[in-house]
């Protein structure tokens, strides 16, 4: 999810629907906070606190399914977060004309991508990075049947797919780099030797929030959580942090690491841009997408 907004006002159907859980919330307090792929998200004020209300594009089964997912994952993930940093008390609300509406606790933070942290703060702030990282990762899959978390191969299930969409936008060389990448993952999956477990997905400085002392105090969007290789969530640190906050990270991370960890989370890092390619492509943004093509030409001349 962005930061950006594309600025289409929140259905007065989804306001009414969302009116009868929060009954003092006024339409004339709700702005737009962020859009993604499939959702938009506004934020609203009920004259104590503020809610946010993330709504599907489209009416389709699978984001109204997703929905239901997300809601019975947070709703889990608040008893088992002990720093209380993920969306708490989340609900499902439906409109009379078929619209889905996820709400849910409004997190006060800073996101990660737009401030810079004092050096003093680093380290404590990796450690809280890690410990939430611990938190997710080591709980137990069989509590999880209830919520029906899909179980995604990365290679197979998103990084393939993703060059078939990106393919006619990218150059050969950059096509015959990620092709190696994309080998050099199978290689290093087909000697994984940690089971997988439950992973955010799409952890980026948008989804990490810190308090006025660059405190942790939110995770959020925990709509591509799934059951897959913990390297993925480490991978998306860089997408707005140096190596050496990731160094720190790794180094407070309670778990065993296994021994091709670092040049899977390497490689998921290298094909970063193939995932910007596709998501921009979805969303419709010419100049990200541009960038990211960009910087995928310079990786590949830089290591042809």
């Not at 006024?26 to 792929?37: L, P, R, W």
């Not at 947070?74 to 709400?103: C, K, R, W």
């Not at 290093?188 to 405190?215: A, K, M, R």
């Amino acid at each position: 999810m962005t930061a950006n907004v594309d600025n289409v006002p929140l259905p007065e159907s989804v306001f009414r629907s969302v009116q009868i859980v929060l009954p003092t919330i006024e339409y004339k307090s709700v702005e737009q906070i962020g859009f993604g792929m499939n959702r938009r998200v506004y934020r609203v004020s009920d004259g104590q606190t503020y809610w946010a209300i993330s709504i599907a594009k489209s009416c389709v089964y699978s984001e109204i399914n997703s929905f239901r997912q997300e809601v019975k994952l947070l709703n889990y993930l608040q008893d088992i977060i002990v720093s209380g940093i993920t969306p708490q008390d989340a609900q499902l609300v439906e409109s009379q004309d078929g619209h889905f509406a996820m709400i849910y606790r409004f997190i006060e933070g800073r996101n990660l991508s737009s401030v810079t942290i004092p050096e003093s703060k680093l380290n404590t702030l990796a450690i809280q990075i890690a410990n939430f990282f611990y938190q997710l990762h080591t709980i137990s899959l069989d509590s999880l049947n209830s919520i029906d978390i899909q179980t995604i191969n990365l290679l197979d299930d998103h990084y393939i797919p993703m060059l078939k969409i990106a393919k006619d936008d990218i150059d050969g060389y950059s096509y015959t780099y990620l092709k190696k990448l994309q080998e050099k993952f199978r290689h290093y999956d087909n000697n994984f030797s940690q089971s997988p477990v439950l992973v955010h997905g799409d952890i980026s400085g948008e989804h990490l929030l810190v308090d006025s002392e660059y405190n942790l105090c939110g995770v959020i969007d925990f709509g591509d959580t799934m059951i897959s290789d913990f390297a993925i969530d480490f991978a998306g640190i860089l997408n707005d942090m140096p190596k050496e906050f990731l160094d720190k990270i790794m180094i407070n991370y309670n778990n065993s690491l296994d021994t091709y960890f670092f040049k899977r989370v390497e490689v998921l890092i290298n094909m970063a841009p193939l995932f910007d390619i596709a998501y921009e492509s979805a969303v419709h943004d010419s100049r990200k997408k541009a960038e990211a093509i960009q910087k995928l030409k310079q990786l590949a001349t830089a290591n042809a």
